[in-house]
């Protein structure tokens, strides 16, 4: 029921002019204000950051400067001047008025930014040309002269008390359209499940207030037991079983958003906030819809309770299949990107089989309920007995035939009975189901009872009668068994994704909700056409000069050798307790190397584990083995190749490569072979022989260099990553690792340098870091230094900075922040001139797909797509460098942010392929660019030195704790120089 018990009012704001310039804008010296609006104008001259006050700071500084600090100001001016660093710059002519200053203007120092994305200049032309299909539908816009109107939704309780449940939200503005649609002129509106409400053309007025009352049975917050009010003895329904919540809900107008501002976008002019606004409002309207079916939310994705989406991946999580949708623009026009999302939910049904599936255990006395508490913490379930749902608060202490309700034994309850009289009397949750509700508990009856009531009100339900309610999220990170059994189950292939997909715009009909009709927009229903290209594969060179050709993005080592094998003169093998025969292991190694050109001898010595050490801590089995090391061994191995029991995910792993690459600068490589063979060896000396210095394979313009642009020019590769830790592990520190390329002119060798910072922080804050004695301690300048050393003393000229892990929102920060640290750190070893840039970001996470218009397989490694589906203006293009032979290729989406180097498309496309096939650890293009990926590697690797650390110690003579704001981050120990330049990372 609602009911409304306020007009409506409508709201209306007035300006006044006041006075433009201060009276003291007249005593203002003249070369002051020269000198501040030169730094305001001409600050993208110079390369350091330059910080400059509103203009309103000009006036406020006019008001107290005296004659003397005027002419202070001055001289810094006078300093440039005379350096000559305005030449070219018409100083005679006169400066501009200064603009208007609006009166409540507050004086606030902003940082200028001094570069900005570069738009497209061309498109590449190398390849063959393919026909492709992509899951862009192209969408038409009839009425493009339509305005969204922006409202702000606040919602309160009758206390006046600001309610921010989203569940709620949506309740409330359906019911209120039911009731007030004629008030809002039978508008209909897309809202945003929060704060935001959007309609095409304006409400009647400005600002509305409503009353809402919402009526709910009131055995949605019953249990059936007896806390949750008084039962009756049949325990059926009483015929007054509703209550009513009260609500005030405020629609007030907050701006306009033409959907013009999209069409503008599309013409290749720079995209504005209103054109992202009004693609946020489409999107926000397709969110809307899927609200409406049912579907469970995720950001663009939405996902239907279907269980023919479901699919098990083990200890009670299912992963569900769902869709993507989002409104981009692109070259040729508007589109819809449709793709299939999948995402974790916990196992729908009984509770108890939940428990047994989440826990690994075969029956319920095994299950360890101080886990299980944890686990259900919060969860809602749906009753068996009487269809409702609640949420789960706790766990009883006692079983269902030992706890009375509310936990005391002595408490007395009243209950009715048949006639309405009441009497009291001591009754188990147990007792209380089997007299009142007819229902004998089984095995429930020995077990925790579920809490669902309030903390000082608990509410006792059995377990046998609840069931979790299906679309409930599972945020925590998945067990590797979990990955592997997700990917298996949940990939499709190319034909299959595209009949999928292509069957979804059938049936969801976008382009009939009422708002997009509103702006007059069609949604066709098939794949968009395009044109790619098939870029040809590098060539390589492998041992004794030999031409290596990869066909279909694969290569071999099948009769070829290493292009440059070291030779392993000393090293060991240890074992953890796996069941590995280490002698065989080593003769086979030795065979294996001796094919491959890599020289191996004998093992000095073949350690195992003390079977007393099996049982005690990860980091002291470590200890104890290298007590054996360094007793058998007269001084360090060149390499201990490890043996563990595990796969993945060993607990040994950190501690294991901190003590070897911090503490000892020796070079490791842990395997953990299921079945030894010729393939599985060479991948194995693939890694040894690239940590120890040698080179597996080149491309053939590496060697000599033919690499254009680079050939000639000492040119820097950098790839940037940043690694976080699990969702909701808001406590583990972000690692920031940066790769840079040595031996230049090569671009198949890099070092990398790595770094903590804080939680979730994507920008990297330690690539230039000044320390209180003059010196930098940031990661650039070790990559610099090593760069000079390896290059035969060459200092970088041009630099190629590869990110990865940024959204497009962060572009800016990469160029006015983190390109900012490097030049300065660039600087700080006392160079004048500034290396060029080219600066590209790499995306993995998006949702385009390429198709192969007249064949099944995906699309052939080395394909690009520059047109038509990128960005109408910004320099960005899609490739597939690598063959996809399970499930869906995904392209890499590669943005070209600046390029003061000047490659053109086929150069640079060509360059970005190349670099794909100079991953050392494998014989197969990979998806994106090595430099990106090794930088990955690097992250994730010594992020394990700190997993099991007590971060109350110092290591090595380093800080323990670095702070980042307020937040204390434990500092990485940094690598011994035996190994820093290694790549140890493979």
């Known amino acids: 029921m609602i009911r409304r018990v306020h007009q409506m009012k409508i709201v209306q704001h007035s300006t006044q002019q006041q006075s433009i310039f201060p009276r003291t804008l007249v005593l203002f010296n003249t070369l002051s204000l020269h000198f501040l609006f030169s730094v305001f104008f001409y600050s993208s001259l110079f390369r350091q950051r330059v910080f400059c006050s509103r203009l309103s700071l000009i006036f406020l500084l006019s008001e107290t400067l005296e004659i003397g600090q005027r002419r202070s100001l001055s001289r810094p001016y006078q300093n440039m001047e005379k350096a000559g660093g305005l030449e070219g710059v018409d100083q005679s002519s006169p400066l501009p008025l200064p603009p208007v200053v609006p009166p409540n203007l507050k004086p606030e120092l902003v940082d200028l930014p001094k570069r900005s994305i570069i738009s497209r200049h061309g498109v590449g032309n190398c390849g063959r040309r393919i026909t492709l299909l992509t899951n862009h539908f192209k969408v038409s816009v009839n009425a493009s002269d339509a305005i969204f109107y922006q409202y702000t939704v606040t919602i309160s309780m009758e206390d006046r008390k600001i309610t921010e449940s989203k569940n709620i939200g949506r309740r409330l503005l359906d019911q209120l359209y039911q009731t007030y649609s004629s008030e809002l002129a039978g508008k209909r509106f897309a809202y945003d499940g929060e704060k935001s409400l959007y309609t095409v053309g304006p409400l009647p007025q ?9 009526e709910e049975s009131r055995a949605k917050h019953e249990s059936g037991s007896p806390n949750g009010g008084s039962p009756v003895g049949t325990c059926k329904r009483s015929k ?24 503008i976008a599309l013409k290749g002019n720079e995209v504005d906030n209103n054109a992202q606004d009004a693609l946020r409002v489409l999107d926000i309207v397709l969110r809307q819809q899927a609200a409406n079916r049912g579907c469970l939310l995720v950001r663009q994705s939405f996902f239907h309770d279907d269980s023919r989406n479901f699919v098990d991946v083990g200890e009670g999580v299912t992963g569900i299949r769902g869709y993507h949708s989002s409104f981009r623009p692109t070259q040729g026009g508007l589109s819809l990107n449709m793709d299939v999302s999948t995402t974790m939910i916990l196992k729908p049904g009984p509770v108890i089989d939940f428990l047994i599936a989440n826990q690994n255990v075969r029956e319920p006395r095994d299950i360890d ?81 579920l809490d669902v009531g309030k903390p000082k009100r608990p509410n006792y339900l059995p377990l046998e009668l609840c069931s979790l309610v299906s679309l409930q999220r599972y945020t925590k990170s998945l067990s590797p068994m979990q990955r592997a059994s997700l990917v298996e189950k949940s990939r499709q292939k190319p034909q299959e994704r595209m ?23 069609s949604i066709e229903k098939q794949l968009t056409r395009i044109d790619g290209r098939v870029l040809e594969a590098p060539k390589l060179k492998v041992g004794h000069n030999e031409d290596c050709v990869p066909r279909n993005g694969r290569w071999n080592f099948n009769n070829k050798s290493f292009l440059d094998p070291i030779k392993i003169d000393r090293w060991i ?40 050490s099996r049982r005690t801590s990860p980091v002291v089995r470590v200890d104890k083995m290298f007590d054996q090391i360094t007793a058998k061994l007269p001084e360090p191995p060149q390499l201990i190749l490890c043996v563990l029991p595990e796969r993945k995910n060993s607990d040994i792993y950190g501690p294991w490569k901190r003590r070897c690459l911090s503490d000892f600068g020796i070079v490791t490589q842990c395997i953990s072979p299921s079945r030894i063979n010729d393939q599985y060896l060479t991948n194995v000396l693939l890694k040894i022989n690239s940590k120890l210095g040698g080179i597996n394979s080149l491309l053939a313009i590496e060697h000599p260099s033919h690499i254009p642009l680079i050939k000639d020019t000492p040119t820097l590769i950098l790839g940037m990553d940043v690694s976080h830790g699990s ?15 040595q031996r230049w002119p090569l671009i198949s060798r890099y070092r990398a340098s790595v770094r903590t910072q804080s939680p979730k922080v994507e920008m990297i804050d330690a690539l230039y870091k ?26 970088p000229k041009h630099i190629i900075l590869f990110r990865d892990g940024v959204s497009e929102s962060q572009f ?144 090595s003579g380093q800080r323990s704790i670095t702070s980042a704001g307020s937040i204390p981050v434990p500092e990485l120990p940094r690598l011994h120089e035996a190994v820093e330049g290694s790549m140890f990372f493979c």
């Open 727 to 741: 969702p909701g592990r808001s406590d583990i520190p972000s690692i920031a690792a940066v790769v840079g390329s």
């Open 573 to 612: 093998v240890v074992n953890f307790s796996a069941r590995c025969d280490t002698s065989h292991l080593s003769r086979e190694l030795i065979n294996c190397g001796r094919k491959k050109g890599v020289h191996i001898e004998r093992p000095f010595t073949l350690i195992e584990e003390d079977q007393q």
């Open 369 to 449: 309920w101080a886990r299980a508490k944890k686990m259900l913490k919060n969860l809602r379930i749906k009753t068996r007995h009487r269809n409702m749902e609640f949420k789960i608060i706790g766990l009883s202490e006692k079983p269902c035939n030992q706890q009375f309700f509310i936990g005391i034994s002595s408490f007395p309850m009243k209950v009715k009975n048949a006639s309405n009289e009441g009497h009291t009397v001591e009754i188990t949750v147990n007792e209380y189901f089997a007299k009142y509700c007819g229902i004998e508990l089984t095995f429930s009856a020995y077990l925790p009872c």
């Open 206 to 214: 400005n600002k509305f207030e409503f009353t809402v009352i919402l």
């Open 812 to 955: 800016n920060q990469v160029l006015n922040i983190e390109l900012e640290q490097i030049i300065k750190a660039y600087q700080h070893l006392g160079e004048v001139d500034v290396p060029k840039f080219t600066v590209i970001v790499a995306q993995k996470n998006h949702h385009t797909k390429l198709f192969q218009a007249s064949a099944p397989e995906n699309v052939p490694p080395g394909t690009v797509v520059d047109t038509k589906i990128v960005h109408p203006r910004n320099y960005d293009f899609y490739m597939c460098a690598h063959a996809g032979m399970i499930g869906t290729s995904r392209p890499a989406h590669y943005h070209v942010l600046l390029d003061e180097i000047g490659f053109s498309p086929d150069n640079l496309q060509n360059l970005i392929h190349s670099l794909s096939y100079v991953y050392q650890r494998s014989t197969t293009a990979i998806s994106i660019v090595a430099p990106i990926l090794y930088a990955h590697l690097a992250a994730q690797q010594m992020g394990q030195f700190i997993k099991f650390e007590d971060l109350s110690e110092t290591s």
């Open 499 to 521: 009949q999928t997909l292509t069957a979804a715009m059938q049936t969801y009909c976008y382009d009939e909700d009422p708002v997009l009709g509103a702006c007059g927009i």
């Open 240 to 263: 007054q079983c509703f209550q009513s919540k009260t609500f005030k809900v405020e629609i007030s107008y907050a701006a306009k958003i033409p959907l013009k501002s999209i069409a």
């Open 770 to 795: 000044p320390l209180a004695n003059g010196k930098d301690d940031g990661i650039i300048r070790e990559l610099l230094v090593d760069f000079y050393k390896t290059s035969n003393k060459r200092k």
